[in-house]
């Protein structure tokens, strides 16, 4: 199915029941974000200013009697390996889990972010050095989490395992 | 700490800036987030301590210790926070947030880094008058003596990793806070927003993020923070805001020649409530405050400085209020403590 307002694929399909009868429609990504920020009220933290008038923002919450496809709540479903966010927690509190949903969520973020920036590549200052690979940083968030579960669950051996490691990979 | 404070004015309330006659303030924030920890949102309370610990044994190791305050704010009584709220020189998400949370106070109050606000540090400062380059020289600056020390998250692709897309890329705000009666008066600010709208440029109050601008106060900052330098960023406003303020000065010109007596007729009123009131609230006071700064700087009215003014604006505020008084107040008594306050500072006019 194409988007209703241009040719690209549809990939949401929002039902509005709001009126008399059932109205379907049908929508790219674009044309989806640029429909839902049109039936929804913003609001006015520093940051979602940006970020409501540009993410097609959460239909179930901002507007109770629009059903989202199935296709929607897939993406709504996915979580961040690292720690643990769902597409759907981003959405409802505009706010990201960990520096690896920028990767994870690539998908959904990058059309997001071209959209509030106008660009899409950080040209700006650089720090002199990166001290921790990208691939240990998420190494440690993913610890932190299981040292803070095993602590939870009264599993102090586990616990000052993880701790050791936390240690060498922090060095 | 509020002690040592209180006797000095902001750096930006000190009025003696460039255009300070319409610019009340300028400033710039860094977003920086450490990497190895997760954003603020899925921190735990055992990362945030660790965020905080960290960046405060690099911050002595960088800063002069006797330099700086170091605040906790999660055990910082209320009004303290509010008294810092009001100062600028923290969020009202950091006032409100919960869990573990600080910040690190530079004593000229000329520099200030938030801890575990929306993103694990926040580095602001702010200047009167319009200088953002000058701002951005001495958050550069901090910025660099951190990431030496600290490991910053930064994409190959996207630059400084942030907690919300928005601030994704430089990390960076700078924002100017303008005083603009007269083209509120001539109703011109809503040509001013819609051009401002289209070079991507956000307009907000200065007071509380939902309330409506009070004492004619904007705020302009750029909402795009990737795809350009910093020093693209503020050549942005560096390009805009002299046209407001051009545009502000017309319309100062317009009224003092064309209603002159309207304009008088505002700027006496103002003066004449403020040293009779026996009650007034922050709101209604910001708002008289604002024709007294605009008569002040008119040459309408004489024998007050703008220096005094901006002390007004700012000391008349809940928490300075209380904090100058020594003692906590009902909201009753703080207005008819503020009338007591502007009746005996305006004795002069
Ligand atoms: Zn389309
Ligand atoms: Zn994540």
Redesign the pocket.
């Known amino acids: 199915m194409k988007c209703q307002k241009c040719n690209k694929p549809a990939m949401f399909h929002i039902t509005e029941l709001t009126g008399d009868k059932p109205e379907e429609h049908h929508f790219c990504e674009l044309h989806a974000k640029e429909y839902l920020n049109e039936t929804s009220q913003n609001s006015d933290t520093e940051s979602s200013d940006g970020l409501t008038a540009a993410l097609a923002d959460s239909p179930v919450q901002k507007n109770p009697m629009t059903k989202v496809s199935a296709e929607l709540q897939a993406i709504d479903r996915q979580v961040?390996p690292?720690?643990g966010?769902s597409f759907y927690d981003f959405r409802n509190r505009g706010r990201l889990?960990?520096a690896?949903?920028y990767d994870?969520f690539a998908k959904q973020l990058e059309p997001l972010i071209t959209n509030i920036h106008g660009a899409s590549e950080h040209v700006g200052k650089k720090p002199s050095e990166i001290k921790l690979q990208l691939n240990d940083s998420m190494k440690l968030i993913k610890l932190r989490r299981d040292l803070d579960t095993a602590i939870n669950e009264e599993d102090y051996k586990k616990a000052s395992k993880i701790r050791d490691e936390i240690k060498k990979l922090e060095n | 700490m509020i002690d040592e404070m209180l006797s000095q004015l902001s750096q930006w309330l000190q009025g003696e800036g460039l255009e300070s006659e319409i610019v009340i303030s300028c400033r710039i924030r860094l977003a920086r987030n450490l990497s190895g920890y997760p954003f603020v949102t899925r921190a735990t309370e055992t990362d945030r301590r660790s965020i905080r610990d960290i960046v405060y044994r690099v911050a002595n190791e960088i800063f002069e210790q006797s330099s700086f305050y170091f605040v906790d704010i999660d055990t910082l009584p209320t009004l303290d926070r509010m008294y810092l709220l009001e100062r600028q020189l923290i969020s009202r998400e950091l006032v409100e947030s919960v869990g573990i949370r600080a910040a690190l106070i530079d004593k000229n109050e000329s520099f200030c880094i938030m801890i575990n606000e929306e993103d694990h540090l926040r580095i602001h400062a702010t200047t009167s008058g319009f200088e953002p380059m000058r701002i951005w020289q001495i958050l550069n600056e901090i910025d660099d003596k951190l990431s030496k020390s600290l490991s910053y998250s930064f994409h190959p692709k996207l630059g400084y990793l942030s907690a919300c897309p928005t601030n994704v890329g430089t990390g960076m705000r700078v924002s100017v806070m303008l005083h603009l009666p007269a083209l509120a008066v001539t109703k011109e600010i809503e040509k001013v927003f819609r051009s401002l709208k289209k070079v991507h440029l956000a307009v907000r109050g200065l007071y509380g993020e939902n309330s409506q601008p009070v004492g004619d106060l904007y705020q302009i900052s750029n909402q795009i923070t990737l795809g350009k330098t910093e020093p693209e960023l503020i050549k942005t406003l560096q390009n805009f805001v002299p046209q407001i303020l051009t545009f502000e000065k017309q319309s100062r010109d317009f009224l003092m020649r064309e209603q002159r007596e309207i304009l008088l007729d505002r700027c006496s009123r103002a003066v004449g409530l403020l040293k009779t009131a026996r009650t007034i609230g922050s709101v209604e006071t910001l708002h008289h405050l604002s024709s007294l700064r605009l008569g002040v700087h008119l040459g309408i009215i004489e024998n007050i400085t703008i220096d005094e003014v901006n002390r007004l604006f700012l000391n008349t505020q809940p928490a300075h209020l209380q904090k100058i008084l020594g003692e906590q107040l009902s909201q009753n008594n703080r207005d008819v403590e503020r009338a007591k306050y502007l009746r005996s500072n305006l004795g002069s006019i």
Do not use: Q
Request: proline share 0%; hydrophobic share 20%; charged share 10%.
């Open positions: 961040c690292v720690c966010i889990g960990c690896n949903d994870c």
